[in-house]
């Protein structure tokens, strides 16, 4: 996918649709390369022949002979969607195609219609991002050769200073690694019997270096005999395969690494033979590591074919005779159909390469591994995620009722959220939005350049700023508060590349935080005022006004329980509505009505003469109606901060204690607190009914 220089970024344009194509063309200019498909079997002939040099495939699901999801599964079986990003953009939008078109590999899914800001926005980014990965590959892979390279190379050196002390050829750890690379990756190619990885291919073949380490403790006299060995001799010199893999295990640092792990297998087991008659543990078959199966069959094929004190080489073709025919031991069929397969490339590839050929090609493989690693890959998990929080925050964005909104200085494009565009008319992508300024729910120019200005004025440490504005609703100007933070680069200097942010309407704000003060200040089923609220505005008209005087008031609604009970807990409900109701309709205006809570409600009215009348009009007012069928009747106590003061709790004791003695009395009239009532019993303060004279309490509250 890299872009020669000077040269285009090719896409292929998959559509069936002429105009569909000739519209993309058009809406991505002339920056691009394209190349066109009208259906997926043309699109799948366009990759065999250019999915080295595409930067992005436009694909459309519907499609004749083969539709999009088609050529999305031949690029999963070929492996160019490692490489080739896809954007598919398709009418057919519905969840399970999105879900399976993430699943299938693409980088990313729009739906039709889509506005050409956006399609340009996301082809941009979806290329510069596979480049951008392409480069760290390369820099990662730069980084890996040259520590590949001293490890390789130790290796070799350690390697040949144990082949050089039994006369062996120097290109006998040169060609087992060449060897085992070769049967590795045609066995991966021929079969998946066994899991083998790119990064093990690597692994084994460096391992192999290591097979016969264990030959340094063999003597001389044997390791260079030039005739048969003796039995005696023959098992000293078998010590080499456990002798080796002590060597590995007894390490006193990295003996957990992969690579040692690798390396300890072959040189133990490289001896073993499928039929079990090997050493030193007899295995077999697959008891014996796949690793070591390879190793053995390379190292028997070379020795064959090499000079040796005890022998002359072979030419290929009869050691390879030799190795099917069983006179070297036996071998898994399946290795021996890969030695036959790939028979013919083995001279060649022994005769040519070098140790740093080598190495170059086992970079290869890890920089191919890490292409496809899912870290470094937009894996379909990955865009699934995305999408689900842009989902959530368009979600959250509608709930908030906010305009909220993003620019970006390049390409110059405005996006606000789905609210906000209906709520000013506009639609959600604004393209080039400072050549619009002044249109229908745009701000006007001044009021931008004010807004910009105090933006290009942050900082990367200090983005975010507040200021009033006024925004041009459909219906009219409103004020808004825009709090908005300005994007910087990371780069030295930093750059200013947009905003984003949200306008708030200053009224519909207040009346949003009126409404939610009012809710937890009122009592939710009568719209009274709470307990804790009442007590709060009480204890301000105190503190505020000594020299007035109020009375407060503690009213219970007897036999409330017989309204339940009888006839049920909504119709209780709306009894309780109706005292409500009654209290606020027969209040004055600086008066305080409250519910404290269950069938009890609180009064608190100013007076300046007498408290009676308009304690005795609001006891009137529902003392004896009935409401529906359930008769109403009232017990009432009352306090005075002529008599107790203008302490809320002493107020509020001395009503409730007025009160309970109109209960203990028989409940049914209203009752003030007075001096006198320290010294006497409860049942004894006189009731004011709605038939008596205004005599007794008065007469001495009028006294007091």
């Not at 006998?172 to 083998?196: A, G, W």
């Not at 701000?443 to 925004?471: G, K, Q, Y």
Request: with cysteine; hydrophobic share 40%; glycine share 6%.
């Amino acid at each position: 996918m890299a872009q020669q220089k000077n040269s285009k970024y090719k896409i292929l344009i998959t559509d069936d649709s002429e105009m569909n194509r000739a519209i993309l063309i058009d809406m991505l200019g002339e920056e691009y390369e394209f190349l066109e498909a009208e259906n997926g079997r043309q699109a799948v002939e366009l990759l065999e022949q250019h999915s080295t040099e595409l930067s992005l495939v436009l694909l459309d699901i519907v499609m004749p002979e083969m539709d999009g999801f088609g050529v999305l599964q031949v690029m999963n079986q070929k492996q160019w969607i490692d490489d080739v990003p896809v954007i598919m953009i398709s009418a057919e939008s519905g969840s399970s195609h999105v879900e399976r078109a993430y699943k299938l590999g693409v980088t990313d899914f729009v739906g039709r219609p889509f506005d050409a800001m956006i399609v340009h926005r996301r082809v941009v980014n979806t290329i510069m991002l596979y480049a951008k990965q392409k480069k760290l590959i390369g820099l990662v892979t730069n980084q890996i050769y040259e520590k590949e390279q001293h490890s390789a190379l130790m290796i070799d050196i350690l390697s040949h200073i144990v082949e050089f002390r039994n006369g062996e050829s120097g290109l006998h750890v040169l060609h087992v690694r060449t060897l085992t690379e070769m049967f590795l990756r045609h066995l991966i190619q021929k079969s998946d019997r066994y899991s083998i990885s790119r990064a093990d291919v690597v692994a084994i073949s460096t391992a192999s270096a290591l097979h016969d380490i264990g030959k340094i403790v063999i003597p001389d006299n044997i390791i260079n005999k030039p005739g048969r060995l003796t039995d005696e001799e023959f098992t000293i010199m078998k010590s080499h395969a456990l002798t080796g893999a002590e060597m590995l295990a007894n390490l006193p640092f990295h003996k957990n690494e992969p690579l040692i792990q690798v390396a300890y297998d072959i040189c133990r087991w490289h001896h073993e033979r499928w039929d079990g008659r090997g050493y030193p543990d007899g295995l077999k078959g697959d008891d014996i590591p796949i690793s070591a199966q390879i190793v053995a069959l390379a190292d028997v094929y070379d020795a064959l074919t090499s000079v040796r004190v005890y022998k002359p080489p072979f030419p290929h073709e009869k050691a390879v005779q030799m190795i099917l025919n069983g006179e070297c031991g036996v071998f898994n069929p399946l290795l021996l159909e890969c030695l036959i397969e790939i028979s013919a490339d083995i001279p060649e590839h022994l005769g040519s390469t070098s140790t740093l050929q080598v190495n170059r090609e086992d970079i290869q493989s890890i920089a191919e591994e890490m292409l496809r690693h899912e870290e470094l890959s937009a894996s379909g998990r990955t865009l699934q995620l995305l999408e689900h929080e842009r989902m959530k925050y368009s979600f959250f964005a509608a709930m908030t009722q906010e305009i909220q909104f993003e620019f970006t200085v390049s390409p110059p494009m405005l996006t606000l959220n789905t609210w906000g565009a209906e709520k000013l008319g506009l639609a959600e992508t604004v393209p080039d939005p400072m050549n619009h300024l002044d249109s229908p729910g745009m701000m006007n120019s001044e009021e931008c350049r004010r807004l910009a200005d105090a933006l290009h004025a942050t900082t990367p440490e200090h983005p975010v700023i507040t200021c009033d504005t006024l925004v041009p609703y459909p219906d009219g100007p409103r004020w808004c508060r825009i709090i908005s933070r300005a994007m910087w680069s990371t780069d030295e200097p930093p750059r200013y590349t947009g905003v984003i942010g949200k306008a708030v309407d200053i009224h519909e704000s207040r009346m949003k935080l009126n409404s939610l003060e009012e809710q937890a200040s009122h009592d939710a089923m009568t719209g009274l005022l709470n307990h804790k609220y009442a007590k709060q505005h009480i204890l301000q008209r105190l503190e505020a006004r000594q020299s007035s005087h109020y009375a407060l008031a503690i009213v219970d609604l007897d036999h409330f329980k017989n309204a339940n009970d009888t006839y049920g807990h909504l119709f209780g409900d709306r009894v309780l509505m109706f005292i409500a109701d009654t209290l606020r309709a027969n209040v004055r205006g600086g008066d305080i009505a409250a519910r404290v809570g269950g069938d009890e409600f609180l009064l608190f009215v100013e007076y300046s003469a007498s408290p009676e009348l308009p304690i005795q009009r609001i006891y009137n007012c529902l003392s004896g109606k009935t409401y529906e069928q359930f008769p109403i009747s009232l017990s009432m106590g009352v306090a005075t901060t002529q008599v107790v003061g203008t302490d809320y709790e002493t107020l509020f004791h001395a009503a409730d204690s007025a009160l309970y003695s109109v209960k203990r009395g028989g409940r049914g009239s209203c009752r003030f607190y007075t001096n006198e009532t320290m010294e006497q019993t409860p049942s004894s303060i006189s009731p004011i009914d709605s038939d008596q004279s205004q005599s007794g309490t008065a007469g001495k509250e009028s006294t007091t």
